[in-house]
């Protein structure tokens, strides 16, 4: 194929056609790989990618955004041992980024559209960097199983994240909470008075609720990291008594509510 160039030497541009043993497609390839070189911080020129992908190449499966996607979080589910929960909210992050990116077939991404699509104002510097996290793991997968020629997320910006002061609230707070909570009352209560994990506590139902035994079973799939038992304290045990026929779960959650009794 023939390859067009065009560089700049003295102040005027200069074209030059070159010969090159790299196939049409191949050279579409060729200038994804450029693409994603320079979406990455780098600024060779075609020649050197093109001596690059030459020394390095190494034949891409096709396939689409959405059927990629299916199979990296059964990768993450099946060979990971990723929690289902975990797998399916990144696989969502992934499908509304390839729906952004036109739901094309993976290696023709444009990457310029992503990367809008990632960096959107409209999401919070936490958001954008946990988006920018799925999306690195997503494309280290692509790169290792040939669907994408590198993983160009490696050197895209994470947003930084400022951490804010953890309040630890006195009595009267305490109780000043609990009074205004409302039908969450039983959530509150978990978080305050057991340390299950505020996601944990909105996940729990009925019966993971043991009043006999005055424990709590956080069990796989609601648990973030691993399953087991949480003993209770006997004023939780009498919290969540009085919830059990005021509210549909223990860990009821409601994020106006929320925001009221904040």
């Known amino acids: 194929a023939k390859v067009e160039l065009e560089r700049v030497a003295y102040g005027e541009s200069i074209s030059e056609v ?3 043993t790299l196939s049409e497609r191949e050279l579409r390839e060729c200038e994804a790989m450029l693409t994603g070189l320079r979406a990455g911080g780098y600024r060779q020129g075609p020649i050197e990618v093109l001596n690059f992908f030459r020394e390095n190449y190494k034949d891409l499966q096709p396939i689409a955004w959405i059927d990629a996607v299916e199979l990296f ?9 990723v929690r289902p929960r975990t797998a399916t909210e990144d696989s969502a992050t992934l499908m509304r980024l390839a729906k952004a990116s036109g739901n094309v077939d993976l290696h023709t991404t444009d990457l310029d559209t992503l990367r809008t699509a990632l ?4 999401y919070s510097n936490r958001t954008q960097r946990e988006y920018r996290d799925r999306l690195h793991s997503f494309f280290d997968w692509a790169f290792k199983e040939n669907y994408y020629p590198t993983n160009p997320i490696k050197n ?10 953890v309040i630890i609230l006195n009595h009267k707070q305490v109780r000043k909470l609990l009074d205004n909570a409302g039908d969450m009352l039983g959530y509150f209560a978990l978080c305050l008075f057991s340390g299950v994990r505020p996601d944990e ?7 993971d609720v043991d009043l006999a035994n ?14 087991g038992r ?17 509210s549909p779960r223990p860990g009821h959650f409601n994020r106006r ?3 009221y009794a904040r």
């Open 156 to 165: 895209w910006e994470r947003p930084k994240v400022k951490k804010t002061e």
């Open 201 to 207: 506590a909105k996940r729990l139902e009925w019966d």
């Open 214 to 227: 005055s424990c709590v079973w956080v069990k796989w799939g609601r648990a973030k990291t691993r399953a």
């Open 18 to 20: 070159r010969i090159t």
């Open 257 to 259: 509510k929320f925001n």
């Open 119 to 122: 960096y959107d104002p409209k």
């Open 230 to 246: 949480v003993r209770i304290s006997e004023n939780l045990r009498a919290i969540l008594g009085y919830c059990k026929n005021k």
């Open 73 to 81: 979080e059964y990768h993450r589910i099946s060979i990971r041992s």
